[in-house]
Structure formats: structure tokens, C-alpha cells
């Protein structure tokens, strides 16, 4: 157990809807990374949050964004969801205090969003 | 740019044998961070291993080694006596020397051991 917590587990939804997946860090971790998980791109990074505040955005459509709450958990909102849509995401946090570039990111157990 | 090459897509070997998983990365940062993830049949990814680019020491832990030459840009991992419980995809990945940059995945390595 990496300590990394995200909900829901599965999440089946129709296309043209709207979802939220929730990711709460290891405890005294202060960055939080989201990633795609898809059959054909692979493992793609979508965004970064440091303390509350967006520090980089990867490959994330516009229909997608993203928070990061003063209790430091995260919150990943996708809309106008498409078949191509259907992934693994995970949440991944690291410690970041100092934005030390040693930091090793543990990894949630991942949302399964299907969109029929 | 950055890279992460795995060349195997798959591999099934029988139980006992070693296996070597190989990683190729590409890079400008002088410094730079290597891991190795594990994604077992249950889909968590899990954390194996970390190694800095200045230090090129070879690690073992247990059954498990790493082999990192900065002079070919790989750091292979080899599972020695393998086991059914290691069937997983092996994921290597690259971050540059930048505070919170993000992982960059080889598209990994699945590796199934049988009995």
C-alpha cells in the first residue's frame, strides 16, 4: 500500500458526461501528479499540483482540468467524455517539500473510467 | 527531448529461470533519475527503485538487481530465480533534473513466469 488513496475505483459513464476522480496524497506529501493509462498512448502525464498551486501540465485536453484543495487532496474533473476517454488514471504523489528533484512519486491504485 | 525505450514487449519464462528486463533512455540533463515500477495483474503501479544519474553503483535487493551504464544509457533490471508472483508488467521511466518534473514511461515490459 503506497498510502496514495483515490475514489472511485470504477466509474462507468456515457459519452458527453461529466466526472470527478478524487486522489488524496501520502500523508506530508505536497505534490500531486495525475497520469492517463491508456492501451495505445501508454502511460502519459496530464498535470502537476505543488501546494495548492498548478506547477505543469503534460498532455491534458481542454475538457480536462484539475485542483488541488488547501487539504491537499486532488480533484480531477473530465467533461464532454468520449469513447477514446475510456483509461486507467492514477494519481501520484511525491513529498516536494523543497521541490527536491529527488523526490520519488508513489502511485494510487488507479480510477477505471469506462465511457460507453 | 527524453525517452524511454523497452524494447521487449514480452517475455514468458518458466519458474527459476533469471530474466533480464531491458531499458534504454535518452537524454540532455546532465542529472537525471531512472526507475523501475511494477504493475501487477491487480493494476497498481508500484515503486521498485530509484537510481540517480552521478551515482552508477548496481543495486541488489533480494532477488531482484538493477544494472545502470551511463556509457550505453541503460539500466537494465534482472530477476534471478524467478517466481509466478512476479508476472507483471515492468515499467521503467526517466525524470529530468527539474523540481517536479514529470515521469516519462517506457510503454513496458510484460513479463509472465510460469510454474
Known amino acids: 500500500d503506497s498510502g496514495v488513496t483515490q475514489t472511485p475505483k470504477h466509474l462507468i459513464t456515457a459519452t458527453g458526461q461529466r466526472v470527478t476522480l478524487r486522489c488524496s496524497p501520502r500523508?506530508?506529501?505536497?505534490?500531486v501528479y495525475w497520469y492517463q493509462q491508456s492501451l495505445d498512448q501508454g502511460l502519459q502525464f496530464l498535470i502537476h499540483y505543488y501546494n495548492g498551486e498548478e506547477r505543469a501540465k503534460g498532455n491534458i485536453l481542454e475538457r480536462f482540468s484539475a485542483q488541488q484543495f488547501p487539504d491537499l487532496h486532488s480533484e480531477l474533473n473530465l467533461s464532454s467524455l468520449e469513447l477514446g476517454d475510456s483509461a486507467l488514471y492514477f494519481c501520484?504523489?511525491?513529498?516536494?517539500?523543497?521541490?527536491?528533484?529527488?523526490?520519488?512519486?508513489?502511485f494510487g491504485p488507479g480510477t477505471r473510467l469506462t465511457v460507453l | 527531448a527524453q525517452k524511454v525505450t523497452q524494447a521487449q514487449t514480452e517475455i514468458s519464462v518458466v519458474e527459476k529461470e533469471d530474466v533480464t528486463l531491458d531499458c534504454v533512455y535518452e537524454t540532455r540533463d546532465t542529472t537525471y533519475y531512472l526507475f523501475w515500477y511494477k504493475q501487477p495483474p491487480s493494476g497498481e503501479l508500484v515503486f521498485l527503485i530509484r537510481?540517480?544519474?552521478?551515482?552508477?553503483q548496481n543495486e541488489i535487493s533480494g532477488r531482484y538487481s538493477w544494472n545502470f551504464q551511463k556509457s550505453t544509457s541503460s539500466f537494465n533490471f534482472t530477476i534471478t530465480a524467478s517466481q509466478v508472483v512476479d508476472s507483471a508488467v515492468y515499467f521503467c521511466?526517466?525524470?529530468?533534473?527539474?523540481?517536479?518534473?514529470?515521469?516519462?514511461f517506457g510503454k513496458g515490459t510484460t513479463l509472465s513466469v510460469s510454474s
Open positions: 501520484a504523489s511525491s513529498v516536494g517539500a523543497s521541490g527536491a528533484s529527488t523526490d520519488t512519486q508513489y
Open positions: 537510481r540517480n544519474s552521478f551515482d552508477e
Open positions: 500523508s506530508g506529501d505536497l505534490s
Open positions: 521511466a526517466l525524470r529530468g533534473n527539474q523540481a517536479g518534473t514529470a515521469l516519462i
